[in-house]
C-alpha cells in the first residue's frame, strides 16, 4: 500500500483510526496505549514515559479530554502526509489545532509525529 497516493477518504479511514486511539489513549493516560502506533525507527527519537508523563502534567489539567473534530487539511509529502484536525478540549471552550504526520514503514501507516496547538 502507497499510502500518500490513496484519496482523502481512503488515506482518512486508514490514518484516522490511529490517531483518535492515540487521543484516546492520551484521556487515559495510558502510555503504552499512546505509543502503540508511533514509528520507532529511530530510538533517539522515542517518546520516554518520564516525558509522556510530563506532557500530562503540564497540560492534563488545562485543558482535560481531547476530542478530534473537523478535518482542516491533509499535506502529501513524496514520503509522509500531515493531517490537521481541529481538536475540541474538554476544559476550554476555544478549539485547538492537531496535527499528525503519517509515515508508511513496512507497509503500515505509523505516526511519525504529533503535537496540538491550543
Known sequence: MKFTKLDDKELLDVVKPLAEHTENSWNQKSYEGFCRFLYEGNPDGRLSEEEFNHQLEESYDTFGIHTIAELVVIHRNPENVIVIWKVDFEKRKELGLLMY??????????IDGCTYHA
Do not use: M, S, T, V
Open 101 to 110: 504526520r503519517f509515515i508508511e514503514h513496512e507497509g503500515k501507516a505509523l
